[in-house]
């Protein structure tokens, strides 16, 4: 019987770098030997309660060193990590948690209430929190100290599934990326290769490891190098600029709105910031503004693009090349491939624009439990079809030019308008509604609902916002609801969201 997934890394690591920090949280430090001694005792409180291969742990919580400690207590047992994001709201979270079919649920108590609805109608059997717990259900922190340690080894490949990461569907209900064991190595692979990460790298972890970017393109590399990562729960600017300089943190990863509120900062002048080295970008493309902030401290952008699916890189652009081929997102990542494709599947010349198409062992083998998505989501000859459009210039460098999806990145955070759309279509008095993105100067872009009205009524930003909340995580509620007599359409019917863009994009 042998793990060759995640399962195994912390091992190797507790073997290699026993006494290296691995994990810096508030003033806890947790070396790779007490990480790996976690993880084992993770492993055998699951097994302990019946989790076996397959079975899904789902996780909600906010950035900690328990949320590894799960991850890959999990992965020794061969068992399906779940991670979901903390800002849905209680149906979003039940869907998460009764579609992945999750037979263990760990998460941070204030989360408790909100997962109920969920625990209720799935199949979980076990419902941990995070910490000591409460008097009638003892905490993670107490189950780990009286587990029995030990590694446990499960015969896992890296064909088998280590996580399900859910994805915002583009008709409503999110779907589940499968993600396997060789997926999130082959990224990491691919993230030590194209970011130079080293050993000797500090990580200031201030993105939510539940995104894919954050564990994929951050953590898990991290790990494999036997980096150190400093976490934290939130991202506040001025503590973050004080962690760079007290850890001497070398490595950042954020989205624009982050690196935004860095520099606008009042300390930004005053940090000590010499000690960073790498930067990394995603959600969109970093406006010109804050690379010039950042040039002038002697600093350097890699940027990419990516998604769930490809678990999550897909492209990155050097730093060298940030000026010279400002607007791209970069060359395929090294085990990656990128080709764009027209629509009838046959590639078109450099220049042309098309579907962005990908391949490699970081893409992802399907959706959890979804035949139909799964069948359109592949070429015949096993590309997956991103849904976004874009060309390759004479160098090979990959363009964005449009989504295909509409799909709205808010702040990092992917917003699919269908499933807004769909729950504003049930408010009395609305009889056609349009959710596009519109820039924003401090998030990149936000939700804006446009809609219709059936003659009488009378529906403002308020009530549509008052009708979503708590149906949808807040931040994909509309910044404003605006009122027009007709939605432009094509002659099929289908809403023309690219001239909505275009007329109040500009206000």
């Known amino acids: 019987m042998r793990n060759r997934g995640l399962g195994f890394w912390l091992a190797k690591r507790r073997l290699k770098n026993p006494d290296k920090p691995a994990v810096v949280f508030g003033d806890e430090v947790l070396t790779y030997r007490e990480l790996a001694d976690a993880a084992d005792r993770v492993a055998s409180v699951l097994w302990h309660r019946g989790i076996r291969t397959g079975d899904a742990v789902a996780y909600i919580g906010e950035n900690s060193p328990q949320f590894l400690e799960v991850l890959f207590g999990a992965a020794q047992i061969g ?6 994001n903390t800002r849905l709201a209680a149906p979003e979270i039940a869907h998460v948690l009764t579609d992945s079919n999750a037979r263990a649920l760990i998460l941070d108590i204030e989360f408790l209430d909100r997962a109920m609805t969920g625990v209720e109608s799935g199949r979980i059997a076990h419902v941990i929190v995070t910490g000591e717990g409460l008097p009638e259900n003892p905490g993670l922190a107490h189950l780990i100290a009286e587990a029995p340690g030990g590694h446990t080894i499960a015969d896992v490949t890296l064909e088998d599934p280590a996580a399900i990461v859910y994805t915002s569907g583009t008709t409503g209900k999110p779907k589940g990326a499968v993600l396997t064991h060789g997926n999130l190595t082959w990224v990491s692979l691919n993230a030590i290769v194209d970011y130079d990460i080293v050993s000797m790298d500090v990580s200031l972890m201030i993105s939510p490891l539940f995104h894919v970017a954050s564990l994929g393109m951050g953590a898990l590399p991290g790990i494999l190098k036997g980096a150190t990562m400093v976490l934290e729960k939130g991202f506040e600017p001025g503590r973050a600029l004080a962690l760079i300089a007290q850890h001497g943190v070398t490595m950042l990863s954020g989205v624009p709105t982050t690196y935004q509120m860095l520099a606008d900062h009042p300390a930004w002048e005053s940090t000590d910031i010499s000690s960073l080295q790498k930067l990394t970008c995603g959600g ?22 990516g998604m769930t699916e490809t678990s999550p890189g897909a492209t990155s652009l050097s730093p060298a090349m940030t000026r010279e081929k400002q607007g791209s997102v970069g060359l395929p990542h090294f085990f990656t491939e990128v080709r764009i494709a027209d629509e009838n599947g046959d590639m078109v010349p450099r220049g042309t624009v098309g579907e962005i198409e990908i391949s490699g062992p970081n893409v992802f083998p399907g959706y959890h439990d979804r035949p139909d998505a799964n069948e359109t989501a592949f070429t015949d000859d096993g590309w997956f079809r991103s849904g976004d459009l874009g060309y390759l210039d004479a160098d090979g460098y990959l363009y964005i030019a449009d989504r295909l999806k509409d799909m709205i990145i808010s702040g990092g955070e992917n917003i699919y308008p269908a499933e807004v759309e769909n729950l504003i279509s049930d408010i009395e008095g609305i009889s056609g509604v349009a959710v596009v993105g519109v820039p924003d100067e401090r998030w990149g872009e936000v939700p804006l609902a446009v809609v219709t009205l059936r003659e009488g009524a009378d529906v403002d930003t308020t009530a549509v916002r008052e009708h979503l909340d708590g149906l949808l995580a807040r931040y994909k509620l509309p910044k404003d609801v605006v009122v027009v007599d007709e939605l432009p359409r094509t002659a099929s019917g289908k ?13």
């Open 79 to 84: 068992a399906v990590f779940v991670p979901v």
């Open 284 to 305: 969109s493309a970093v406006p010109t503004r804050i690379l010039n902030a950042y040039e002038e401290r002697g600093l350097h952008f890699s940027q990419g693009y």
């Open 495 to 507: 809403i023309r969201k690219a001239d909505l863009r275009a007329i109040f994009g500009k206000k």
